[in-house]
């Protein structure tokens, strides 16, 4: 079992940008593929984006894609989620999750483990 803490979340305006970090312990982060996904008050969890156990295959929704870069440090056991160009419609709790499969995938209940999530707000 792997435990995730999400941080780096906060206040910006727009068009700036936030750096979030996923720290794991319990077990290697190499064992999983990672993903991060947000959930806006009164929407649904939505994927953002997710990389691969090596790092070497990303995949990044359509709202986010050339605005967000997800990357991991399998030495540090941290998952990151670089942030860039932010926009109001940003604005959500961010989770970062562990998939234990054998595919890259971007749904979230095919997703095992989570962390508590962290609060990025962007404003106009």
């Known amino acids: 079992q792997v435990q995730l803490v999400e941080s780096g979340g906060g206040l910006v305006q727009a068009g700036g940008s936030l750096r979030l970090s996923c720290a794991a312990s319990?077990?290697?982060?190499?064992?999983?593929?990672m993903g991060w996904f947000r959930q806006a008050p009164g929407k649904e969890r939505e994927f953002v984006a997710a990389i691969n156990w090596s790092g070497v295959s990303t995949n990044y929704a359509d709202s986010v894609k050339g605005r967000f870069t997800i990357s991991r440090d399998n030495a540090e056991n941290t998952v990151y989620l670089q942030m860039d160009s932010l926009k109001p419609e940003d604005t959500a709790v961010y989770y970062c999750?562990?998939?234990?499969?054998?595919?890259?995938?971007?749904?979230?209940?095919?997703?095992?483990?989570w962390g508590q999530g962290t609060q990025v707000t962007v404003s106009s």
């Open positions: 999750a562990a998939n234990s499969g054998l595919m890259l995938v971007s749904t979230a209940k095919r997703y095992d483990y």
């Open positions: 319990g077990r290697t982060l190499t064992s999983y593929h």
